[in-house]
């Protein structure tokens, strides 16, 4: 813990060294995802409900991904460009130090300029908390803790999937993007409107749900059930998989010799 | 002009070369227009009267423009053409008899139709068979398609012409990525990428349609399915080619004042 921190203020102080560029591209970050809020802004105008969902409900559920995926991304960044740390050879030097591989793919990289959707996050939350008409009980902030901490924690493991792929192909899969980049865009709407086969798919295969939807439905008070609280904490779970198959990958790493 | 078609049919046969790639993007953009129709499913059921258009034709705009996702999207930008201009390079191409501005303009299309002819095909097939509503439908008239067609051509040359501006603008900044973003970001969502324009309140869809980036995707995608017709069509074409003439002009009188002072930077 001590040597992460250490990296990270490394990563901090690199990247303050170019603080035009580095503002320049937080505010495109901002701007970029403005453009998603801007659709659902006009959608939930003209259509007042979605699946029962009202504006301020489904900006909640908006700004609790965005800020789950902007922080994943932040620190889990190194995962998502694997490809070419194992183009480069990179991946070669870290193996022969004597530190836990993952450890150090996860420290080489701290992408502060995610920030720009952090602080739209924020921002959409400070509207939202107020305004989705929950009542804020003990029990309800701690939900919500919960589900940003599960939401983080899933979208890591989907980058770390998606970072263990690289080792079979040498590059990147796209198609992963539908559930790493397509999560955090189709998780600004709770993953019911979908449907039932969806829903069912997101929470056995790819648990997005187990943080964005099912805690999120005893938030809003659509159901009493007090087990959704802990839903969060079995999303946990879904970083065993993901180890598992980063250790596969990394046995059947071979150099691509540069 | 045949050097230009030279360096069309370069580019154009290298960007066939990435198949795998290709294979693996479609089924990426076939679940995601999936997904959207999803969204949009919802949205219907909520209020149906709400719906600015026809299910059928929303379902065939999100897949064309998954489809030709390369034909349109703004961010898909040349590489290349940054580094040459951030690293220096760019003095070689100076010293060639050619048009930089209209190399640039031909790379630029046959990279993202090189793209586009590898992915549209199984996608729209596969659209084709999915029930109604949800499928795409068959045009809406033989007019309509050839409109269609041209309508297509046009927003490609509109695309690419904004590009070059972007490109341009590099000469001045050097650093790419932080104009390149703040450029990209909102123009994504005047030109209908995020959500049809019909979903707009309408008069902010009045501004917005004629602003450059209605003639990009949301024009053609709407002629397909009879969305926009007749007079409003005519109308539609007729100020894709005014501000594609408009673009083009801006871009060639900018490179010229560009190069005039250009930096090479380093050797």
Redesign the interface.
């Known amino acids: 813990m001590r040597l992460y921190l250490k990296y990270l203020s490394i990563h901090i102080k690199s990247q303050m060294q170019y603080k035009?560029?580095f503002f320049?591209?937080v505010?495109?970050?901002f701007?970029?995802s403005?453009?998603?809020f801007?659709?659902i802004y006009?959608?939930m105008?003209?259509?007042?409900?979605?699946?029962d969902f009202s504006f301020s409900e489904v900006l909640l559920c908006f700004a609790t991904v965005l800020i789950a995926f902007s922080l994943a991304e932040c620190f889990a960044r190194s995962f998502d460009t694997f490809s070419g740390m194992i183009g480069n050879g990179e991946f070669d030097r870290i193996m022969v130090r004597p530190r836990n591989e993952m450890f150090q793919v996860l420290a080489s990289k701290l992408e502060l300029s995610r920030m720009g959707r952090l602080i739209q996050a924020v921002i959409v939350f400070a509207y939202a908390i107020p305004a989705s008409g929950v009542a804020w009980s003990a029990d309800k902030v701690i939900t919500l803790v919960l589900m940003i901490i599960s939401g983080i924690a899933i979208f890591s493991g989907l980058f770390v999937i998606y970072a263990a792929f690289c080792f079979f192909t040498t590059?990147g899969?796209?198609?992963m993007?539908?559930f790493t980049d397509?999560g955090r865009e189709?998780g600004r709407?709770p993953l019911s409107?979908?449907?039932e086969g969806?829903l069912r798919f997101f929470t056995f295969v790819i648990p997005l749900a187990l943080f964005q939807y099912y805690p999120f439905l005893y938030l809003t008070g659509r159901s009493a059930n007090v087990l959704y609280i802990l839903f969060p904490l079995v999303g946990f779970m879904f970083l065993i998989p993901c180890h598992i198959i980063w250790k596969i990958g990394v046995r059947h790493y071979k150099s691509t010799g540069s | 002009m045949k050097k230009y078609l030279s360096f069309f049919r370069i580019r154009f046969v290298n960007g066939l070369q990435y198949r795998t790639a290709a294979y693996a993007g479609i089924a990426t953009q076939f679940a995601w227009g999936f997904m959207e129709i999803l969204i949009f499913k919802a949205f219907y059921n909520a209020d149906a009267a709400a719906f600015p258009m026809e299910f059928s034709q929303l379902s065939s705009y999100i897949w064309l423009q998954q489809a030709f996702l390369a034909l349109f999207m703004l961010w898909f930008l040349d590489n290349e053409i940054f580094s040459a201009i951030s690293s220096g390079n760019i003095a070689y191409e100076l010293s060639r008899p050619i048009d930089l501005y209209f190399m640039w303009f031909t790379k630029n299309l046959a990279i993202r139709l090189s793209k586009a002819v590898l992915r549209c095909m199984p996608i729209l097939i596969v659209a084709a068979f999915l029930p109604s509503p949800y499928g795409i439908v068959l045009p809406f008239s033989f007019l309509g398609f050839l409109a269609f067609l041209a309508a297509m051509l046009l927003a490609l040359f509109t695309v690419v012409a904004f590009s070059m501006l972007i490109y341009i603008a590099t000469f001045y900044t050097l650093s790419p990525l932080g104009i390149r973003i703040v450029a990209l970001s909102l123009t994504e969502f005047l030109s209908g990428a995020v959500i049809p324009l019909p979903f707009l309140p309408d008069n902010v869809r009045k501004i917005v349609e004629a602003t450059p980036f209605a003639s990009m995707q949301n024009l053609p995608l709407r002629i397909y399915s009879g969305n926009i017709a007749g007079s409003e069509m005519l109308r539609g074409i007729s100020l894709q080619v005014f501000w594609l003439t408009v673009l083009v002009l801006a871009g060639r009188l900018w490179i010229k004042k560009a190069l005039k002072n250009v930096v090479v930077q380093g050797g």
Do not use: C, H, P, W
Request: hydrophobic share 45%; net charge negative.
């Open positions: 035009v560029s320049l591209t505010t495109g970050q701007l970029t403005f453009s998603a801007l659709g006009f959608m105008t003209r259509f007042n409900k979605v699946d590059e899969l796209e198609f993007n539908i397509g189709f709407y409107i979908y449907g969806i």
